[in-house]
């Protein structure tokens, strides 16, 4: 069975490529690399492009179709029609030539194999298709990464380093005396801030020595307070100075201590950003490079037509 008028198309194999030898090598590893992770025997590099298996199914669909058709008009008897008026007999059907029915399995089982091709070949055009997706691409370095690519590795991202952990990197002596510093702050603080023992006494001593005596109540009830004290201004103004003085110099030397962690901890995080942005750049430089050969492979790759279906691929072929 043939379909007239069906103009022939040049279908396109795979051709050698004018580059090096190694760079033919490298493709043509990628091409095996990216059939195999994906486990697709309906691809490899021999075969037809996705155009071109198209074309072929539907020129197939067009055979069978026309067979399908040729196939209803099968009959089996003749039938003649005689007119009374004249006496005349008219063959107004013809049964099917033998041939027809001889061939009948034969164009059943030709059906059948067009048919067959074309769902393969429909199968194959979508197997190509899904081979572009980031899914299969992904699939394909993974199966990289199984075989030692680590440069394909996602790098984790760092943990950020606290101050927690370098201050564990202090000597027993640098530990002891941060606490010692910090003890001690936080202990004359409490006593001379405002609202401290010693700045609530001081408070009080002042605003007694302004006022020594201090009447509560009225008539016979009145009470008479008087107030002194052996300590003079300067006595007391003199320990309350110098428990700021003391304060401020230890706290000065507790800050200055602290920074110092601080600044190792703002160190290590701006090496641990720099090593984590120049591995990103080189895990992602590595993934691009491998979705160009990727990407290069998946182009090349042809619909390969089985043996089994190589007899209706050819006289479908005939037509073109």
């Not at 037809?48 to 198209?54: E, K």
């Not at 040729?70 to 039938?79: I, M, Q, V």
């Not at 304060?247 to 601080?262: G, P, T, W």
Request: charged share 30%.
């Amino acid at each position: 069975m043939t379909v007239p008028g069906r103009r022939s198309v040049q279908f396109f194999l795979s051709t050698p490529c004018n580059h090096s030898a190694q760079t033919a090598y490298n493709r043509k590893k990628t091409v095996r690399q990216v059939t195999q992770m994906t486990q697709n025997n309906m691809l490899g590099k021999d075969g037809l492009t996705v155009t071109s298996a198209n074309h072929v199914a539907n020129i197939a669909k067009e055979m069978y179709e026309a067979a399908e058709s040729r196939l209803k008009t099968l009959k089996l008897y003749s039938r003649d029609y005689l007119l009374a008026v004249n006496g005349n007999t008219y063959r107004v059907e013809n049964e099917s030539e033998k041939s027809e029915l001889t061939e009948l399995s034969s164009v059943l089982r030709e059906i059948g194999e067009l048919k067959s091709l074309i769902a393969f070949l429909r199968e194959g055009i979508k197997a190509k298709e899904s081979m572009g997706t980031d899914a299969s691409f992904e699939k394909y370095i993974d199966g990289l990464i199984a075989e030692g690519r680590n440069d394909l590795v996602k790098p984790s991202i760092r943990k950020e380093v606290t101050f927690e952990e370098e201050f564990d990197k202090l000597t027993a002596e640098q530990k002891a005396r941060y606490y010692a510093l910090e003890a001690k702050c936080a202990t004359i603080g409490s006593f001379i801030h405002p609202d401290g023992v010693f700045a609530d006494a001081r408070k009080a001593f002042f605003e007694h020595k302004q006022n020594p005596v201090r009447v509560d109540g009225r008539g016979q009830e009145a009470e008479v307070n008087t107030f002194s004290s052996t300590f003079t201004a300067e006595e007391v103004d003199g320990a309350f100075f110098e428990l700021q003085k003391e304060y401020r110099n230890c706290q000065a030397e507790f800050n200055k201590l602290k920074s110092e962690i601080d600044a190792k901890v703002a160190e290590a995080n701006k090496v641990h950003i720099a090593e984590s942005l120049a591995e990103m750049q080189l895990w992602t430089a590595a993934r691009k490079a491998e979705r160009l050969k990727y990407d290069e492979a998946v182009k090349a790759l042809k619909i390969v037509i089985p043996q089994n279906l190589r007899g209706a691929y050819e006289k479908v072929k005939t037509v073109l």
